[in-house]
Nanobody
């Protein structure tokens, strides 16, 4: 079965960094666009970043642009989200999701398989 597992979350002070990983099982990521989403308490889930199947196209929400970097390593069947200069408002559960078409732009409804999420907490 298609499965995505996020890891790498944790507690970090403002200005710190974390690298999230999204590992796939049951399928290979080569032909999938992968998105990262987050949901803070009491708020709607929002798109953070996504990357096309080729890796040539990326998207970043304005709030994370220049701080977050999405990348993929298809040989490891993994997509990463490097998060630098973290702010308290980045606190959320982060999810990754896969979309079979492989291209951008994408909306949340386009994504099928979802991971269970990993908690990121930015606090002093």
């Amino acid at each position: 079965q298609l499965q995505l597992v996020e890891s790498g979350g944790g507690l970090v002070q403002p200005g710190g960094s974390l690298r999230l990983s999204c590992a796939a099982s049951g399928f290979t990521l080569d032909y999938y666009a992968i998105g990262w989403f987050r949901q803070a308490p009491g708020k709607e889930r929002e798109g953070v970043s996504c990357i096309s199947s080729s890796g040539r196209s990326t998207y970043y929400a304005d709030s994370v642009k220049r701080r977050f970097t999405i990348s993929r390593d298809d040989a490891k069947n993994t997509v990463y989200l490097q998060m630098n200069s973290l702010k308290p408002e980045d606190t959320a559960i982060y999810y990754c999701a896969a979309e079979r078409t492989g291209g951008l732009p994408l909306m949340e409804a386009d994504f099928g398989a979802w991971g269970q999420g990993t908690q990121v907490t930015v606090s002093s």
